[in-house]
Structure formats: structure tokens, C-alpha cells
């Protein structure tokens, strides 16, 4: 069994222990009502996540993911305030608005060479700029936020069948189209490889830096889609919206098992993290645990978790270094015979 | 017989009390906690809830973020609470959320903002009359002209937004000749902020006459970086809400005036609202208008601070 499969499974009998432990101090937790909230509570930060993925597997890191929703519930209210938009359009126009900041990440950190967190904690700034310019505003110039009483736009936040949230759906569906993408197609090879070893790559022929801005400009879709959806469940949207929420993402994506130095990850691992980390957050609430734990215990577990991943990676190696030497020994016994 | 009647009234009380004596669970869910206004409204209800041994009062951290807010207000529905004060970031954004608390038989009551949807009660400080009252004092302080600058509230905050709007409403009817010549915005309502702030109008104006931070934190960092420029005596500054490290400064003569507001007091009225509606088991109010009960601001100065009692201090 791959040490990813070992993990994962360790992962899974990890919530389904916190989730046994937090039902014995609060039945409340295993109620139909809580668990569809826990599942859009995962799937809110999920979509960002998934898009995340595909960055952090290249061995990048895209700080913009809060700007962009930032921005994307900004130029949604406004048509909604202003225009008569129909709603697919409006949507169409939410996405390019994430796709258009993944390409300017990407076309700086390509053509420039410009270190993926500079440019990305630069986006950000200037699209939380950005919100507020173009934040709807009152006669007397006051940031005016807007309640969304548009039917079609609402539908995005509500529940569907079985009481199952759309946001929750949504998510499913991008993030198994997302896996059949990344290791089933060549460009998903071609980002595995852009991660792994770049040089290596462009020497096979991979163009490095077309993989690098599709990636980003992916994890703008992403982020904008979470906007609508986000938006679309608080009825409003502020300026302000899902700035500071970079952690969180992050944090999916590391205890899912996708590493920093690239090449490796997917985007199953990313489900199941956003889902452990809506636990955790979740079940600090039944428990009755002060919510100011929650950050302690975010921070922690991503500690935790690059520790293990360090230490197991350290082990493998070590594991088969020793296996080499145990083989060439024996070869050598072999031929002294 | 004396004796088994005796045990058979000690058995029934004891069976009968605990039925009685139903634990109540309130949620606090304020912008953020720790702030003096958000601790000062807890200590208020608190104060009434201690008195009433059943009840147990949760608070929640939204960090200023409405969003977060949207979600301890789901939780809070789903473990069937019997309460909940909310102080929304947001009109809009907690609208849904109140809406589906009040369908679950929870009664709401806000703090200072009421959501568009309508619930029990809203208990509010008056903001556009505070920040009018401010500007009719410092008018006053000025002798009715000068050069004057806002220190606003974050983007969108309609607290600040209305104690601003109330603040150049009283500079535009009473004193045509006082200009506001800046206005900037403090993120998340920061002393530190307002320290660089005001040291950019200070750089930006030779002759600043005055100064209204529509929180007293920010007025407190206004107040730091006019006195190491030392200009402190040139220019009144006023906050709004009337903390007790304001008050103190007020009487120091370093600060010219805040909006009061008594937090104390209006949490025991939220308290005491909660509990009479628990007691009663009145539920979400039918009413057509959610009932707002509005504080009005006092506006306290070096002469009139003394007014405040101790216990009135928070």
C-alpha cells in the first residue's frame, strides 16, 4: 500500500474517531441539519482548495485566492444592483474575473521570473484595493452593502435534494473532474512533472510555463466560483470578503498530503482535507471549546503535518537506502561466488 | 405517618424542581471579542444572568468577519439554543441566519444593528444622533470654524458609517464655516491604525482645529500621535462610545469629548428582554417591526464626564 493510501486512511480513521468523541459530548453533531453545514462549511473552502491544489503540485503558492474573491463578489453585486444581467452570464463573468488574475500571477511569475509568493501577496492587495473601489456606494459615498434578493443568484446558496447544499455538489463534482483531470490527462502529467523537476521537464519537451499560468489561472476559477457561491448564501457580499481565509485553504490542502516542494498531491487528499478542518472548527463549537482554539488548533495540525510528512519522507528514503545496500551486497556475494 | 409524609414531599421536590428549573443556553455572537464595547455588553447581561443559575451564555468570536457570524449563527441553530444576542457586522449578510433562527422558535435580539429581516428586538446605541451630538459639541469647542478630519470606521461598517453621517449632518447645519478637510478609514477600528492616520493629517494640515474618530480607540491613537507632534493642545478630538480609558483622558484634558453610551445598562436590558421572554416563553416575536429600543448618546466633556458614575464606567 503507498505511503498517500496509508495516510489518507489514517486521516479517515482520525475524523471518524474526533467525530465518535464530539457525539458522546454533543449528540448535536450527528444531526442531519449539522452535518449538511459541516459539508458546505467544507465545501466553501474546498472549491478554493481545489484550485490550490493544482498550484501547490507545481511547487507554487497563490496568496491572491482571498483577493479574488474579494473582487468577484464585488462585480457580482454591482451587476445585480445595476444590470439585468441573466444569471449564467453573470457567472461566466465571475469566472473570467478569477482566470484573468491567474493569468497576470502567471504571466508575471513566467516572464519575469518573480518569486510565486510576491506576486500573489501583490494580486491580492491590489484586488482588496480593487473591492473597495468598486464596492457599491450611497449618495453620500459609503460603502453600501447590498442585500441580493435575486431568485436565480440565491439558488447557489440553498439546498437541493435530500436537504444537500448546492455549494456541496459543486464542490463534489469540480474536485472529481479535478482528480480525472490531474491524473488522467497529459497536462496533468505535465503539471506533476512542472512540480517535480522543472528543468527535467522543459527537457522532455513540457512547456513549463504555459502548465505554470494554466495552473494559476485555474485557482482564480476556483476562488471566483466560491465567491458566487459564498456570496450567494449570505444573501450580500462585503468588500472584505474571504481576505484572510488563505490559511484555511492552505491548510486543506497540507493535511491532505500535497507538498510544498511540488510533484506531488492531489485532489482527493484536498477533499479529504477541507473536511478535517470543518470537523475540527465544528466540532470546537459542539464541545463547547472556546472558538479561539480553533486558529491553535489550524496552526497546529499544519505543524503536525509537515512534521509527518518530513519525518515519513526521511524514513522512506532512509528504508530504501538500506534495501539498495542489502541488494548490492548480495549481488556482490553472487559474483565473489 | 409525619415521618412519611416528610419524605414523600422531600422525594416530590426533588423530582419535581429539577423538571422545573429547564437550563437555558444564550449565544453571544458580537463583531469580535475583546473589544471594550463587546466585553462591556457581556458584563451588562451578565450581570442579569448571574441571577439565574440555569442560564448558560456562550459567546462566539466572529473577528469581524460576517461570514463567521453566518456560521456560529447555523450552529448555534442546530444545538437548539434558547437565545441569541447578536451583534451583526452586517444588515444584509445575518438576514437569512436571524430569519431561520426566529423559524426555530429562538428569539433574536441585535445590538446596535438590526438585519433587514425583522425578529424580537434590536437594543441600539442612537448612532446618527451620537455622531450629530459630537458634532454639535466640537462646533461649539471651535467656536464654529476651523479645519476638522474623520478618522472613519472600516468600509461598509454602518456603526461608524451612521456616526459619521450624524457628525457632518451637525457640521453642515450648524456650522457652515468648520470644513472637513480628510476623511480615512481605519482598519478594523485599530488604535495603531489611527495613530498613522493621524499623523498623516497632521503632516498634510499646519492648521487642524479638530478631529473625530468615530470610536474612542481610534480617537485614543488620534490622541498619541497629536501629542508626540505636539499639537495635542491645538486641536479637539472627540471619540464616540465612551470607554473607560477614554473617560480618564477626558478628565486628563487630552481628549475633548466622546458619545457616551452606558454598554453596562444596555446589556442588562438585553439580559432582562432575553429573560423575560424565556421566562414567559414567549418565542420569536409576531409583530409585524422588530421593536428597536434606542439609547440616546450623552455627550461627555471635561465638564460633564463627572456625571458617569464608577459602575457606570466600562
Known amino acids: ?337 | 405517618m409525619k415521618k412519611t409524609a416528610i419524605v414523600a414531599a422531600l422525594l416530590c421536590v426533588l423530582l419535581v424542581v429539577p423538571a422545573v428549573a429547564q437550563t437555558y443556553k444564550v449565544a453571544y455572537i458580537p463583531q469580535s471579542i475583546g473589544q471594550p464595547n463587546t466585553n462591556a455588553w457581556l458584563e451588562g447581561m451578565m450581570r442579569v444572568f448571574r441571577k439565574y443559575p440555569n442560564v448558560k451564555v456562550q459567546s462566539f468570536d466572529a473577528q469581524l468577519k460576517a461570514e463567521l457570524q453566518v456560521s456560529y449563527m447555523d450552529d448555534v441553530i442546530n444545538q437548539k439554543y434558547d437565545a441569541i444576542v447578536l451583534q451583526a457586522m452586517d444588515a444584509a449578510a445575518l438576514s437569512a441566519s436571524v430569519k431561520a433562527a426566529e423559524a426555530k422558535g429562538i428569539p433574536v435580539i441585535t445590538v446596535n444593528l438590526a438585519t433587514i429581516q425583522k425578529h424580537t428586538a434590536s437594543v441600539q446605541m442612537a448612532d446618527i444622533s451620537a455622531g450629530y451630538a459630537v458634532g454639535k459639541e466640537m462646533g461649539k469647542q471651535l467656536g464654529g470654524k476651523g479645519n476638522v478630519v474623520i478618522i472613519q470606521s472600516p468600509p461598509g461598517a454602518i456603526l461608524g458609517v451612521n456616526r459619521e453621517k450624524g457628525f457632518r449632518q451637525a457640521m453642515a447645519e450648524l456650522y457652515p464655516n468648520i470644513k472637513i478637510v480628510g476623511a480615512q478609514s481605519a482598519e478594523g477600528w485599530k488604535k495603531e491604525i489611527a495613530i498613522t492616520i493621524m499623523n498623516g493629517f497632521l503632516q498634510a494640515n499646519k492648521e487642524l482645529a479638530g478631529v473625530f474618530a468615530v470610536n474612542d480607540n481610534m480617537a485614543e491613537g488620534a490622541m498619541i500621535a497629536a501629542e508626540a507632534a505636539g499639537r495635542l493642545d491645538q486641536i479637539k478630538i472627540w471619540g464616540a462610545n465612551g470607554q473607560k480609558s477614554t473617560l480618564a483622558l477626558i478628565e486628563q484634558g487630552k481628549i475633548a469629548g466622546t458619545a457616551y453610551n452606558n454598554s453596562f445598562a444596555q446589556g442588562s436590558l438585553i439580559a432582562e428582554m432575553v429573560m423575560e421572554n424565556l421566562q414567559k416563553k414567549l418565542g420569536p416575536s409576531k409583530a409585524a417591526e422588530t421593536k428597536v429600543i434606542q439609547i440616546p448618546p450623552f455627550a461627555a466633556t471635561k465638564e460633564t464626564v463627572g456625571q458617569i458614575a464608577a459602575e457606570d464606567r466600562w
Open chain 1, 1 to 337: 500500500m503507498s505511503h498517500h493510501a496509508v495516510r489518507r486512511l489514517i486521516l479517515v480513521g482520525l475524523m471518524l474517531a474526533l467525530s465518535a468523541l464530539i457525539t458522546v459530548i454533543n449528540p448535536v453533531f450527528l444531526s442531519s441539519g449539522n452535518l449538511l453545514k459541516l459539508l458546505q462549511e467544507a465545501a466553501q473552502t474546498g472549491i478554493v482548495a481545489v484550485g490550490f491544489t493544482f498550484v501547490m503540485i507545481t511547487a507554487g503558492i497563490d496568496m491572491s485566492i482571498g483577493g479574488v474573491v474579494a473582487v468577484t463578489s464585488m462585480v457580482c453585486i454591482n451587476f445585480l444592483h445595476y444590470t439585468k444581467v441573466p444569471i449564467p452570464v453573470l457567472v461566466f463573468l465571475s469566472l473570467f474575473v478569477g482566470a484573468l488574475t491567474g493569468l497576470v500571477n502567471g504571466f508575471f511569475i513566467t516572464k519575469y521570473k518573480l518569486p510565486e509568493f510576491i506576486v500573489t501577496l501583490a494580486t491580492r492587495s491590489i484586488l482588496a484595493g480593487l473591492a473597495l473601489v468598486i464596492a457599491v456606494k450611497d449618495s453620500l459615498g459609503f460603502v453600501q452593502n447590498v442585500y441580493i434578493q435575486n431568485d436565480s443568484y440565491l439558488w447557489f446558496g440553498t439546498s437541493g435534494l435530500f436537504g444537500i447544499y448546492r455549494t456541496t455538489v459543486a464542490f463534489l463534482i469540480l474536485g472529481v473532474g479535478a482528480q480525472i483531470f490531474l491524473k488522467h490527462t497529459r497536462t496533468g502529467t505535465n503539471i506533476y512533472a512542472t512540480g517535480a523537476n522543472p528543468t527535467a521537464a522543459r527537457l522532455t519537451g513540457i512547456d513549463t510555463d504555459r502548465t505554470t499560468i494554466g495552473v494559476y489561472m485555474f485557482s482564480g476559477i476556483c476562488a471566483s466560483l466560491a465567491a458566487v457561491f459564498i456570496s450567494s448564501r449570505m444573501m450580500t457580499a462585503m468588500p472584505e470578503l474571504g481576505l484572510g481565509s488563505e490559511m484555511d485553504v492552505i491548510a486543506s490542502v497540507v493535511i491532505g498530503g500535497t507538498a510544498f516542494s511540488g510533484g506531488v498531491g492531489d485532489v482527493w487528499g484536498t477533499m479529504l482535507g477541507s473536511l478535517f478542518l470543518a470537523l475540527i472548527k465544528n466540532g470546537i463549537l459542539k464541545t463547547g471549546i472556546s472558538p479561539w482554539i480553533q486558529p491553535i488548533a489550524i496552526g497546529g495540525i499544519i505543524v503536525v503535518t509537515v512534521i509527518v510528512d518530513v519525518w515519513q519522507k526521511k524514513l522512506r528514503e532512509h528504508l530504501e537506502a538500506r534495501a539498495k545496500l542489502k541488494r548490492l551486497s548480495a549481488e556482490r556475494g553472487r559474483d565473489a561466488a
